[in-house]
């Protein structure tokens, strides 16, 4: 059983990194903010409360997002494992989460502001099917067109650079300080995230002592 949370800026690739461990090693990746784009593009009830607070880049409502997490991981389908992506991103969360259950680790991707930016900028998705593109490392063979559904590929409505400025300001003074809180029971580890995906997963699964790729 593998118990991970894997934090970092937006831009940072921790998304990526986190789907990758979630393949390999069957672990569940919850990333909250996949629930809240689901649910915007499903038009929830929930999306109504939190369509305008995302588009702007701020973050949601903790109660509303303790109880995202809280019900996914009732589900208890997670034999192998989890890793939370997203999630915490203030203190006020992370007391929650410790409050009924635990982690193994906390993986924390450490990326320049300016290559974050530039990162997050260049992200599409595919609007059909849904798959992630970047311009600078992952381009489609025909440009704005998806390779494997020939959907289109759009940019999420918060990477604009405003929001994104937003994002990285509260993630250096609310989501940063909660990874003292873990330092202080010696549960994380840092990666450096400027180098290929390939390069940043071999530093996690060597830091979190998992057999290589
Ligand atoms: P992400 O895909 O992790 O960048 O999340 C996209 C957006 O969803 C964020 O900009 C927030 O508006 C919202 N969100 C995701 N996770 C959280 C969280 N743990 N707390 C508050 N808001 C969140």
């Known amino acids: 059983m593998h118990k991970y949370i894997i934090m970092g800026p937006q831009g940072c690739g921790k998304g990526t990194q986190a789907k990758m461990l979630a393949d390999a090693f069957d672990l569940v990746h919850i990333s909250v903010g996949d629930i809240f784009r689901w649910n915007v593009q499903a038009h929830t009830k929930l999306a109504a409360k939190i369509k305008r607070i995302m588009a702007a880049g701020k973050l949601v409502d903790d109660e509303i997002v303790d109880q995202i997490v809280q019900n996914r991981l009732d589900e ?3 034999n192998f494992g989890f890793i939370l992506d997203g999630f915490p991103r203030n203190a006020t969360q992370a007391e929650f989460f410790l409050e009924s259950y635990d982690v193994d680790a906390v993986i924390h991707i450490d990326v320049p502001d ?3 930016v530039a990162r997050a900028l260049a992200r599409r998705k ?3 099917c849904g798959l992630d593109y970047n311009l600078m490392h992952h381009r489609p063979e025909t440009e704005g067109v998806c390779d494997v559904c020939g959907g289109e590929l759009v940019t999420r409505e ?5 929001a994104l400025r937003k994002r990285l300001h509260d993630y250096k003074t609310k ?3 909660t990874l003292e809180l873990f330092e202080g029971k010696e549960l994380v580890i840092h990666v450096d995230g400027d180098g290929t995906m390939e390069q940043v997963q071999a530093q996690i699964r060597e830091a979190l002592n998992l057999p290589p790729a």
């Open 76 to 78: 208890h389908d997670w």
């Open 114 to 116: 300016d290559i974050v």
């Open 126 to 128: 595919c609007a059909k």
């Open 158 to 162: 918060d990477d604009t650079e405003q």
């Open 175 to 177: 989501t940063e300080p």
